[in-house]
Protein backbone atom coordinates (compact mmCIF):
# COMPACT_ATOMS: atom_id res chain seq x y z
CA UNK A 1 0.00 0.00 0.00
CA UNK A 2 1.66 3.67 -0.76
CA UNK A 3 1.56 5.77 1.79
CA UNK A 4 0.60 9.64 1.80
CA UNK A 5 2.64 11.35 -0.27
CA UNK A 6 4.23 14.94 -0.11
CA UNK A 7 6.31 17.17 -2.00
CA UNK A 8 8.75 19.21 -2.35
CA UNK A 9 10.04 17.86 1.28
CA UNK A 10 12.33 21.27 1.44
CA UNK A 11 11.74 24.64 0.85
CA UNK A 12 13.77 27.61 1.70
CA UNK A 13 12.18 30.78 0.52
CA UNK A 14 12.30 35.11 1.64
CA UNK A 15 9.44 36.27 4.04
CA UNK A 16 6.88 38.14 2.10
CA UNK A 17 6.74 35.20 -0.50
CA UNK A 18 4.88 32.55 -1.13
CA UNK A 19 5.10 29.08 -0.78
CA UNK A 20 2.56 25.76 -1.76
CA UNK A 21 3.03 22.49 -0.34
CA UNK A 22 1.16 19.01 -2.31
CA UNK A 23 -0.35 16.24 -0.62
CA UNK A 24 -1.30 12.85 -2.13
CA UNK A 25 -3.10 10.62 0.73
CA UNK A 26 -3.70 6.89 1.10
CA UNK A 27 -5.95 5.80 -1.90
CA UNK A 28 -9.72 5.96 -0.56
CA UNK A 29 -9.29 7.66 2.73
CA UNK A 30 -12.18 10.40 3.08
CA UNK A 31 -9.92 12.14 5.60
CA UNK A 32 -6.99 14.68 5.26
CA UNK A 33 -5.06 16.78 7.63
CA UNK A 34 -2.71 19.58 7.55
CA UNK A 35 -0.24 19.35 10.11
CA UNK A 36 2.39 22.12 11.26
CA UNK A 37 5.24 21.37 13.10
CA UNK A 38 7.40 23.76 14.94
CA UNK A 39 11.12 22.50 15.86
CA UNK A 40 10.76 20.86 19.44
CA UNK A 41 7.40 20.55 19.46
CA UNK A 42 4.76 18.04 18.79
CA UNK A 43 2.44 18.65 15.44
CA UNK A 44 -0.76 21.71 15.64
CA UNK A 45 -3.89 20.34 13.40
CA UNK A 46 -4.05 23.25 10.53
CA UNK A 47 -7.13 22.03 8.90
CA UNK A 48 -8.76 18.95 8.57
CA UNK A 49 -10.98 17.66 5.52
CA UNK A 50 -13.29 14.74 5.21
CA UNK A 51 -13.76 14.39 1.66
CA UNK A 52 -13.72 17.87 -0.18
CA UNK A 53 -15.28 19.62 2.97
CA UNK A 54 -13.71 21.33 5.56
CA UNK A 55 -14.18 19.67 9.08
CA UNK A 56 -12.12 22.17 10.80
CA UNK A 57 -10.18 25.13 10.39
CA UNK A 58 -10.23 26.83 13.90
CA UNK A 59 -6.18 26.78 14.11
CA UNK A 60 -5.55 28.31 10.67
CA UNK A 61 -4.27 31.48 10.05
CA UNK A 62 -6.55 32.51 7.55
CA UNK A 63 -5.13 35.38 6.69
CA UNK A 64 -2.31 34.11 4.89
CA UNK A 65 -3.14 30.61 5.18
CA UNK A 66 -4.99 28.53 2.65
CA UNK A 67 -5.77 25.01 1.72
CA UNK A 68 -8.06 23.40 -0.40
CA UNK A 69 -8.88 19.91 -1.50
CA UNK A 70 -10.38 19.53 -4.78
CA UNK A 71 -12.54 16.51 -6.15
CA UNK A 72 -11.71 14.85 -2.34
CA UNK A 73 -8.47 13.53 -2.98
CA UNK A 74 -5.28 15.55 -3.47
CA UNK A 75 -4.66 18.50 -1.20
CA UNK A 76 -2.51 21.66 -1.57
CA UNK A 77 -1.87 23.76 1.45
CA UNK A 78 -0.31 27.57 0.76
CA UNK A 79 0.78 29.95 3.01
CA UNK A 80 0.69 33.88 1.53
CA UNK A 81 2.98 35.91 2.43
CA UNK A 82 4.90 33.98 4.30
CA UNK A 83 6.56 35.23 7.88
CA UNK A 84 9.66 34.49 9.65
CA UNK A 85 7.32 32.26 12.17
CA UNK A 86 6.36 29.94 9.63
CA UNK A 87 9.48 28.15 9.52
CA UNK A 88 8.31 24.54 10.17
CA UNK A 89 7.65 21.00 9.13
CA UNK A 90 4.10 20.79 7.36
CA UNK A 91 2.95 17.08 7.81
CA UNK A 92 -0.14 16.10 5.95
CA UNK A 93 -1.80 13.08 7.36
CA UNK A 94 -4.93 10.79 5.98
CA UNK A 95 -7.77 8.31 7.68
CA UNK A 96 -10.52 6.18 6.33
CA UNK A 97 -12.32 8.87 8.35
CA UNK A 98 -14.76 5.87 9.60
CA UNK A 99 -14.39 5.33 13.10
CA UNK A 100 -12.83 7.10 16.10
CA UNK A 101 -9.94 4.95 16.66
CA UNK A 102 -9.05 5.74 12.58
CA UNK A 103 -4.94 5.66 12.39
CA UNK A 104 -3.70 8.49 10.91
CA UNK A 105 -0.98 7.98 8.45
CA UNK A 106 1.05 10.73 8.48
CA UNK A 107 3.46 12.33 5.09
CA UNK A 108 7.07 12.74 5.81
CA UNK A 109 6.28 16.48 5.70
CA UNK A 110 7.94 19.08 4.03
CA UNK A 111 10.59 21.32 5.65
CA UNK A 112 10.18 25.02 4.95
CA UNK A 113 12.55 27.92 5.95
CA UNK A 114 11.69 31.16 5.89
CA UNK A 115 14.69 33.43 5.83
CA UNK B 1 -7.56 23.85 28.89
CA UNK B 2 -6.76 20.83 27.17
CA UNK B 3 -2.95 19.25 27.04
CA UNK B 4 -1.28 16.79 26.95
CA UNK B 5 2.38 16.54 29.02
CA UNK B 6 5.06 14.07 28.68
CA UNK B 7 7.96 13.39 30.33
CA UNK B 8 11.58 13.22 30.38
CA UNK B 9 11.57 15.43 27.77
CA UNK B 10 14.89 13.75 26.65
CA UNK B 11 16.51 10.74 27.54
CA UNK B 12 19.79 8.69 26.50
CA UNK B 13 19.85 4.66 27.30
CA UNK B 14 22.10 1.90 26.68
CA UNK B 15 21.56 -0.67 24.07
CA UNK B 16 19.87 -3.52 25.40
CA UNK B 17 18.25 -1.77 28.63
CA UNK B 18 14.65 -1.05 29.36
CA UNK B 19 12.98 2.16 29.57
CA UNK B 20 9.89 3.81 30.42
CA UNK B 21 7.83 7.24 29.16
CA UNK B 22 5.45 9.14 30.93
CA UNK B 23 2.27 10.68 29.52
CA UNK B 24 -0.20 13.37 31.45
CA UNK B 25 -3.14 14.72 30.07
CA UNK B 26 -6.27 17.02 30.81
CA UNK B 27 -8.12 16.52 27.06
CA UNK B 28 -11.63 16.62 27.56
CA UNK B 29 -13.77 14.83 26.81
CA UNK B 30 -11.87 11.81 26.10
CA UNK B 31 -11.95 9.47 23.47
CA UNK B 32 -8.58 7.60 23.12
CA UNK B 33 -4.84 7.61 23.46
CA UNK B 34 -2.65 6.97 20.70
CA UNK B 35 1.67 6.51 20.88
CA UNK B 36 3.37 7.82 18.01
CA UNK B 37 7.20 6.80 16.73
CA UNK B 38 8.59 10.07 14.69
CA UNK B 39 12.16 9.44 13.36
CA UNK B 40 14.41 12.29 12.08
CA UNK B 41 12.22 13.18 9.15
CA UNK B 42 10.13 11.19 8.63
CA UNK B 43 6.17 11.38 9.82
CA UNK B 44 5.07 9.92 12.96
CA UNK B 45 4.10 6.38 12.99
CA UNK B 46 1.48 4.76 15.24
CA UNK B 47 2.37 2.50 17.97
CA UNK B 48 -0.66 1.69 19.94
CA UNK B 49 -4.44 3.21 20.19
CA UNK B 50 -6.26 2.34 23.18
CA UNK B 51 -9.48 3.78 24.65
CA UNK B 52 -11.19 4.12 27.82
CA UNK B 53 -11.80 0.45 28.57
CA UNK B 54 -8.27 -0.92 27.76
CA UNK B 55 -5.27 -0.16 30.00
CA UNK B 56 -2.31 -1.83 28.34
CA UNK B 57 -1.98 -2.69 24.96
CA UNK B 58 1.75 -4.59 23.26
CA UNK B 59 3.36 -3.74 19.80
CA UNK B 60 6.56 -6.09 19.83
CA UNK B 61 8.77 -4.17 22.46
CA UNK B 62 6.45 -1.23 22.62
CA UNK B 63 3.77 -1.62 25.83
CA UNK B 64 1.73 1.22 26.81
CA UNK B 65 -0.44 1.66 29.82
CA UNK B 66 -3.37 4.03 30.42
CA UNK B 67 -4.93 4.96 33.52
CA UNK B 68 -8.13 7.04 32.38
CA UNK B 69 -8.98 7.78 36.18
CA UNK B 70 -5.76 9.38 36.85
CA UNK B 71 -5.04 10.65 33.37
CA UNK B 72 -2.04 9.16 33.05
CA UNK B 73 -0.34 6.89 30.67
CA UNK B 74 2.96 4.91 30.18
CA UNK B 75 5.17 3.51 26.89
CA UNK B 76 7.81 0.90 28.10
CA UNK B 77 10.28 0.13 25.77
CA UNK B 78 11.91 -3.35 26.53
CA UNK B 79 15.61 -4.48 25.31
CA UNK B 80 16.01 -1.06 23.53
CA UNK B 81 17.55 -1.17 19.90
CA UNK B 82 19.54 1.16 18.20
CA UNK B 83 16.54 1.38 16.00
CA UNK B 84 14.38 2.79 19.04
CA UNK B 85 15.93 6.18 18.63
CA UNK B 86 13.10 8.71 17.72
CA UNK B 87 10.85 11.18 19.53
CA UNK B 88 7.87 9.39 21.25
CA UNK B 89 4.67 11.27 20.90
CA UNK B 90 1.56 11.21 23.41
CA UNK B 91 -1.46 11.81 21.82
CA UNK B 92 -5.01 12.43 22.93
CA UNK B 93 -8.13 12.47 20.56
CA UNK B 94 -11.19 14.22 22.43
CA UNK B 95 -13.16 13.21 19.85
CA UNK B 96 -13.92 11.96 16.26
CA UNK B 97 -10.76 12.59 14.39
CA UNK B 98 -9.87 15.68 16.62
CA UNK B 99 -6.10 14.75 18.27
CA UNK B 100 -4.16 17.01 20.61
CA UNK B 101 -0.30 16.30 20.93
CA UNK B 102 2.33 16.08 23.30
CA UNK B 103 5.50 17.68 22.55
CA UNK B 104 7.45 14.56 23.06
CA UNK B 105 10.20 12.44 24.84
CA UNK B 106 13.67 12.26 22.50
CA UNK B 107 14.91 8.73 23.04
CA UNK B 108 18.42 8.24 22.33
CA UNK B 109 19.97 4.54 22.56
CA UNK B 110 23.37 4.34 22.23
CA UNK B 111 25.59 1.28 21.58
Known amino acids: EAGVAQSPRYKIIEKRQSVAFWCNPI?????LYWYQQILGQGPKLLIQ????????DSQLPKDRFSAERLKGVDSTLKIQPAKLEDSAVYLC?????????????FGPGTRLTVL | KNQVEQSPQSLIILEGKNCTLQ??????????LRWYKQDTGRGPVSLTI?????NTKSNGRYTATLDADTKQSSLHITASQLSDSASYIC??????????FGAGTQVVVTP
Open chain 1, 93 to 105: ASSTGQESTDTQY
Open chain 1, 27 to 31: SGHAT
Open chain 1, 49 to 56: FQNNGVVD
Open chain 2, 23 to 32: CNYTVSPFSN
Open chain 2, 50 to 54: MTFSE
Open chain 2, 91 to 100: VVSRSWGKLQ
